[in-house]
């Protein structure tokens, strides 16, 4: 909204009287940098933009998309700083790499008992087992 006149001046009226209702700050998304710019000086309270230009008196950007979270589309005002889709993505085929060909878990991503406990948990076992076992079965 605000790439004519006419909803450029529809917009600065709406963010005034947005002002005057009582609003704390304003978000402008997607609007033309020079439309943004008038309706930041002509307001007394915070003007938020995101893709409104430099203008304003703070940015927002969905992390996901400031980090590179989502693949597919970004937003002409986005800004990555970072491709954590690719790091992920990589990371998620090494992990399924290691763990089909038993590199992962090593023992020390491992928990372990004490020989003693294990073999005292072995004889509880194995007289549980030979108890559960039916009649004749030996």
């Not at 450029?8 to 940098?33: H, M, Q, T, W």
């Not at 700083?81 to 085929?93: D, S």
């Not at 491992?110 to 030996?138: H, N, T, W």
């Amino acid at each position: 909204m605000g790439k004519t006149a006419d909803e450029a001046v529809d917009l600065i009226k709406l963010a005034i009287e947005c002002e005057k209702a009582g609003a704390f700050a304003v978000d402008l998304e997607c609007v033309p940098d020079r439309v943004a710019k008038i309706i930041t000086e002509t307001l007394g309270i915070p003007v938020i933009g995101i893709g409104a230009g430099i203008n304003c008196d703070g940015q927002a950007l969905v992390t996901q998309d400031v980090v590179g979270l989502f693949e597919q589309f970004v937003p002409k005002f986005v800004k990555q700083y970072l491709n954590l889709w690719e790091e992920i993505t990589g990371a998620v085929k090494d992990f399924k790499v290691e763990v089909e060909t038993l590199k992962f878990p090593r023992p020390e991503h491992s928990f372990s008992i004490s020989e003693e406990q294990f073999l005292a948990l072995m004889s509880i076992y194995e007289q549980k087992s030979k108890a559960d076992e039916p009649e004749g079965r030996s």
